[in-house]
């Protein structure tokens, strides 16, 4: 697989996902996509596992001191996650999606500029979009991104059925934004050492257990105001690592 293999294949997922629903129409019964969704947040589950165990590899255990680790992981988050809250970034999102819509289709009245406008938010908004991306440019694994096309394809079906081959057309602005912050991660793989991603791997998976809490309609986090703590790990761990 290459660098952008995991966006590629978001991009290939929302196109077919559009195209089954334009073509069958949303013939899913709600039981099922539930059901679907319950399937998807156990995954997500057993992959922010999969990351948060990154707290205890042995470059960042040896490149710090005892204990700091998750100490790191907790600093991050708590300071993180103030700032995000501070400058409110979620709201901020989602103000961000409202603001487009209404800019770009104010009556409603054009299915394909909703199905565009709609789409293309969802897709892009959120964490997954980030974090995979990322992750997928430092070539730490594409399951982020898996999960998150996974989710697309049947967001894209649902919404195709109803406005559709709009929802199509939003693959273009998720490629170009899932490329940019693939390209922050290739540029931050090199630059950062291997504890330094490590930490950083595990922050992201803690977001994950929030969205996975979300997927499962157990807990709702504001994943967006924690994005900030994936850019104090690496920091914090550089600091303790000077200790």
Avoid: C, H
């Amino acid at each position: 697989m290459f660098i952008g293999f995991g966006t590629a294949l978001n991009i290939i997922t929302i196109l077919f996902g559009s195209a089954m629903g334009v073509l069958i129409g949303n013939k899913l019964r709600e039981s099922t996509r539930s059901l679907m969704m319950d399937v998807l947040g156990a995954v997500t589950l057993i992959s922010a596992a999969a990351s948060v165990f990154a707290m205890w590899d042995e470059s960042l255990v040896m490149s710090t001191p005892k204990g700091a680790p998750l100490l790191i992981v907790l600093a991050a988050l708590l300071v993180g996650g103030g700032v995000g809250a501070f400058f409110n970034i979620e709201s901020r999102l989602e103000n961000l999606g409202v603001y487009l819509k209404e800019k770009l289709d104010k009556d409603g009245k054009s299915p394909f500029v909703e199905g565009f406008v709609t789409a293309s938010l969802i897709f892009v908004i959120g964490p997954l979009a980030i974090l995979g991306s990322i992750s997928d440019g430092m070539a730490t694994g594409i399951e982020q991104l898996t999960l998150k096309s996974i989710l697309d394809f049947f967001a894209a079906m649902a919404f195709a059925a109803a406005l559709g081959w709009g929802v199509a057309a939003s693959a273009l602005p998720v490629g170009i934004y899932q490329f940019f912050w693939t390209g922050v991660g290739l540029l931050v793989g090199q630059v950062l050492t291997d504890y330094q991603i490590s930490a950083m791997t595990a922050v992201g998976g803690v977001l994950l257990f929030g969205i996975a809490l979300k997927l499962l309609k157990i807990k709702e986090i504001a994943i967006g105001n924690l994005l900030p703590s994936l850019a104090l790990a690496p920091l914090l761990a550089l600091i303790a690592n000077m200790l």
